[in-house]
């Protein structure tokens, strides 16, 4: 993000490269940073004759360095983008002669999105001596809820807890997914409001009451009830709760347990770091602590495995899911 900020900064000052390739299996910021050079390097009166959008599957190599080569008209630039440019992947080395000697009043931004290429090419070498390289990566799940706050923080907004775990447990790590949804509440919500539980069940259709953070309360606690009222949701809305993704999250919250049990330093600060967790949740991880000795975690996640394998139709005979839940909490709680 912080990258991000500094490309945008730049392109604000003037210092605009003659190549942008954004590559990375994370399409959010590369999209974002291709709408903000579409919309911000010409102003609007020049774009009709100097702004060229081209598609991947449209297009040779050939078309786009020919594109590139042109002179703008009436301008001191022309912008020309290539979007879905991983549809090109296997002619994209034979943009490096152009890449050696760019076109000085072309800007050429290829999106090359979901592929990351091998940073040995010599079109990426040129590309970094002559333009300038991103690579965006994939986040992982427990750095997304910090990200949410921050991009939320940047809007004028915040987010309490448990609405920010309910945001990333059900669109998971897919950034585009979580814009789209925080914009949303933004058209709702003032500016300046705090996100709650309630606005995500509202106007998302996040259950407050039957998602895998109650799922994980009702584990930890021993509320055998509530879980299986969960699981028993869960098990009628498959589509919004697959079972290998439940199973999943089961057994990472199972691993976690087991980490804190080795922990010596068990300094709030410490076990949040190791285990990845926002601090704000410690107190439901100390109550597990209490009521799953390390014996019996250690055979949780052993049992976890097994489920884990059944959800994916592996020796289960088409098991239904109502039922893997129902024997993976039985062997949770026995």
């Known amino acids: 993000m912080d990258e991000v900020v500094k490309i945008i900064n730049d392109i604000k000052s003037g210092n605009i490269k003659p190549i942008y390739f954004l590559m990375g299996e994370e399409p959010y910021y590369i999209d974002k940073l291709t709408e903000y050079i579409e919309q911000n390097v010409l102003q609007e009166h020049e774009r009709d004759f100097n702004q060229t959008i081209l598609y991947g599957r449209d297009v040779t190599i050939e078309d786009v360095i020919g594109t590139a080569k042109r002179f703008p008209m009436m301008s001191d630039k022309q912008v020309v983008v290539v979007r879905e440019a991983q549809e090109l992947a296997r002619t994209i080395e034979n943009l490096d002669s152009y890449v050696l000697n760019p076109q000085p009043t072309t800007v050429l931004v290829i999106a090359f999105k979901y592929k990351m290429l091998d940073k040995r090419k010599k079109l990426i070498k040129s590309v970094a001596k002559n333009g300038l390289l991103f690579e965006s990566k994939k986040m992982y799940d427990n750095q997304v809820g910090t990200w949410v706050s921050r991009v939320l923080q940047s809007r004028g907004y915040s987010i309490e807890p448990k609405a920010n775990v309910m945001l990333v447990e059900f669109l998971g790590n897919d950034l585009s997914r979580i814009s789209n949804e925080i914009n949303k509440l933004q058209i709702i919500l003032s500016k300046g409001s705090q996100i709650t539980a309630k606005d995500i069940e509202v106007n998302i259709g996040i ?47 199972f691993v976690k347990l087991l980490k804190y049990h080795g922990l ?29 000795p390390m014996k019996k975690v250690s055979s949780i996640v052993a049992t976890l495995r097994n489920i884990d394998v059944k959800s994916k139709g592996v020796g289960s005979n088409a098991i239904p899911n109502h039922d893997l839940l129902k024997e993976m909490l039985v062997k949770i709680f026995n």
């Open 207 to 253: 259950s407050k009451d039957f998602n895998f953070f109650e799922l994980q309360n009702a584990l930890g606690s021993k509320n055998q009830l509530k879980a299986y009222q969960i699981a028993q949701y869960f098990a009628e809305n498959p589509k919004d709760n697959p079972l290998v993704v439940i199973t999943s999250q089961v057994f990472n919250f």
């Open 264 to 292: 010596k330093d068990r300094n709030p600060k410490n076990v949040a770091s190791v285990l990845g967790v926002n601090i704000y949740f410690l107190k439901d991880y100390d109550l597990a602590l209490r009521n799953y």
